[in-house]
């Protein structure tokens, strides 16, 4: 079984919304661990964009304040990234990520341990 699985990537146009999927099965209990979202565009590093812990407390980029929302279901072992207000700037693939910890990994890329293989995201003006 995989251990994170991302599913929800497509085109939309500015403004527009989208939902990511991440789906967690490391083999603990899913709302034991912290979960990230990340993304990477060519060229650049992978930069993180909103994190939950096994609280419920979530964490976010400042370019996607206000716009993107993370949130869980320990019960369905998912996570979840609602994209709205999107501008082509968000374009990239977007990363599922799993942290053995259950609080303080924040959007540090060192302290993430599973990854999923990548979702696209394509925002058009």
């Known amino acids: 079984q995989v251990p994170v699985a991302e599913s929800g990537g497509g085109s939309a146009q500015a403004g527009g919304s989208l939902r990511l999927s991440c789906v967690v099965s490391t083999g603990y209990p899913s709302g034991s661990h912290a979960v990230a979202w990340f993304r990477q565009v060519p060229g650049k590093e992978r930069e993180g964009v909103a994190s939950?812990?096994?609280?419920?407390?979530?964490d976010y980029a400042n370019s996607v304040k206000g716009r993107f929302t993370i949130s869980r279901d320990n019960a369905k072992n998912s996570v979840f990234l609602e994209m709205n207000s999107l501008k082509p700037d968000d374009t990239a693939v977007y990363y599922c990520?799993?942290?053995?910890?259950?609080?303080?990994?924040?959007?540090?890329?060192?302290?993430?341990?599973?990854w999923g293989q990548g979702t696209q995201v394509t925002v058009s003006s």
């Open positions: 990520a799993v942290s053995r910890r259950s609080r303080g990994a924040g959007l540090a890329t060192r302290r993430y341990d599973w």
């Open positions: 939950i812990n096994s609280n419920f407390e979530p």
